[in-house]
């Protein structure tokens, strides 16, 4: 299994841009989380999706939106990218969506915006 | 609203030398406390789950505590390999979310 996967690996964009950010997870699981991490702020949670077809707001929603493809598919778009979203990405997955339960995460993807 | 703290910010351990992380807590109903570990340019590595005070997990040379209000991970004559920085985040009833900490950074010297 390759366990949760995020495609690009590194990207940089230009102010006013947009882009997608891939996510894929083997494991059969029904929820599926974005975050984003930045220095001195710990993981902070963008969009989060309990199962196919449903999605919520987190923490730091504003600038993004997200679609979730299918079960194993959970996409992040940047509409128009400001430098404020330069950040190291990461995707994660869970297996129940009911809570309680450990999420697995990606190997993230590097966005700078310049 | 959630939050957790962790501490200290960095650690500089020789190797063999045993320590422990502290991450205190502030929720509205605990539904769980993670630890993970992540090293540079790499995702959130998942180490133990924690549920009700008391509980004790073990992994290697890691072992994880919980009480009402904090989480330590005790590090046991750790090597250098154990350097990384570990995360702590919570997780409240009736929420999906995981509120993380900013984590420890730990660096062991040979």
């Known amino acids: 299994n390759a366990g949760v996967t995020q495609t690009p690996k590194f990207q940089v964009l230009k102010t006013g841009q947009s882009m997608t950010l891939q996510c894929a997870q083997d494991m059969n699981h029904n929820s599926m989380y974005w975050y984003r991490q930045d220095p001195g702020m710990g993981l902070r949670l963008i969009y989060y999706s309990a199962s196919e077809g449903t999605t919520d707001k987190g923490e730091v929603p504003n600038g993004y939106n997200v679609s979730r493809l299918n079960k194993r598919e959970f996409s992040l778009r940047l509409e128009s990218a400001a430098p404020s979203q330069t950040s190291v990405y990461f995707c994660?997955?869970?297996?129940?969506?009911?809570?309680?339960?450990?999420?697995?995460f990606g190997p993230g993807t590097r966005l700078l915006v310049l | 609203e959630d939050q957790v703290t962790q501490s200290p910010e960095a650690l500089r351990l020789q190797e063999g030398e045993s320590s422990s992380l502290n991450c205190s807590y502030t929720?509205?109903?605990?539904?769980?406390l993670f630890w993970y570990r992540q090293d540079p340019g790499k995702g959130p590595e998942f180490l133990f789950t924690?549920?009700?005070a008391g509980e004790e997990k073990e992994k290697e040379r890691l072992k994880a505590t919980l009480t009402k209000k904090e989480s330590f991970l005790h590090i046991t004559a750790p090597k250098p390999e154990d350097s990384a920085t570990y995360l702590c985040?919570?997780?409240?009833?009736?929420?999906?979310?995981?509120?993380f900490g900013k984590g420890n950074q730990v660096v062991v010297i040979p």
């Open positions: 924690l549920y009700s």
């Open positions: 985040a919570v997780q409240a009833d009736g929420n999906n979310r995981l509120a």
């Open positions: 994660a997955s869970g297996p129940s969506g009911r809570g309680r339960e450990t999420q697995y």
């Open positions: 929720v509205s109903g605990l539904r769980g």
